[in-house]
Antibody
Framework: EVQLVESGGGLVKPGGSLRLSCAASGFTFSSYSMNWVRQAPGKGLEWVSSISSRSNYIFYADSVEGRFTISRDNAKNSLYLQMDSLTAEDTAVYYC????????????????????WGQGTLVTVSS | DIQMTQSPSSLSASVGDRVTITCRASQNINSYLNWYQQKPGKAPKLLIYAASSLQSGVPSRFSGSGSGTDFTLTISSLQPEDFATYYCQQSYSTLYTFGQGTKLEIK
């Protein structure tokens, strides 16, 4: 059974740092790209960052570029998000999600989908 | 970045109704469009991928259509468990973006 378990959330002061972790099990972690997605209280989903299976491709949303760093340790089946210079706007539940490539039967193209998600970890930035 | 716009933002409907949610992309994304369902306090769940393919285990009352910039999610006969928030997502770009969500409420 695929499982993704986030940890590391909590209360942090503005300007502070926090490191989130996502422990993966039930699949070959090193074969999949992974993502972080966040959801501010009462708001919609916001994609945060993506990392390819071997860490050679990394992408960030404009809102976190230069402040957040995504990384992974395939030997430990773990995904990380280092969050620095936090502001109140970063307050959210942070989810890790696995990317699977699914074939579009009409075009033959492969479409990335977020097929498994963790339960989320809450980050609160407040003084 | 590719912007995704859903409409309506909220929708009231009754059990048994047919409902349609639309999603528009700011540029051509071919069929790189996925739909997710989220219930309060839970992680999102994949419903539809590649615009029209049903995720395994998802009831057949859910269907998706569209390509290019305009997409729809249809629920043919609403069930009590379908009242939730629905999000579209583009995966044409690896700067993945979600629509703002459509909250489906009981009338």
């Amino acid at each position: 059974e695929v499982q993704l378990v986030e940890s590391g959330g909590g209360l942090v002061k503005p300007g502070g740092s926090l490191r989130l972790s996502c422990a993966a099990s039930g699949f070959t972690f090193s074969s999949y790209s992974m993502n972080w997605v966040r959801q501010a209280p009462g708001k919609g989903l916001e994609w945060v960052s993506s990392i390819s299976s071997r860490s050679n491709y990394i992408f960030y949303a404009d809102s976190v570029e230069g402040r957040f760093t995504i990384s992974r340790d395939n030997a430990k089946n773990s995904l990380y998000l280092q969050m620095d210079s936090l502001t109140a706007e970063d307050t959210a539940v942070y989810y890790c999600a696995r990317v699977d490539d699914r074939r579009d039967i009409l075009s033959g193209d492969y479409v990335g989908v977020f097929d498994y998600w963790g339960q989320g970890t809450l980050v609160t930035v407040s003084s | 970045d590719i912007q995704m716009t859903q409409s309506p933002s909220s929708l009231s409907a009754s059990v048994g109704d047919r409902v349609t949610i639309t999603c528009r992309a700011s540029q051509n994304i071919n069929s790189y469009l996925n739909w997710y369902q989220q219930k309060p306090g839970k992680a999102p769940k994949l419903l539809i991928y590649a615009a029209s393919s049903l995720q395994s285990g998802v009831p057949s009352r859910f269907s998706g259509s569209g390509s290019g910039t305009d997409f729809t999610l249809t629920i043919s006969s609403l069930q009590p468990e379908d009242f939730a928030t629905y999000y579209c997502q583009q995966s044409y770009s690896t700067l993945y973006t979600f629509g703002q969500g459509t909250k489906l409420e009981i009338k």
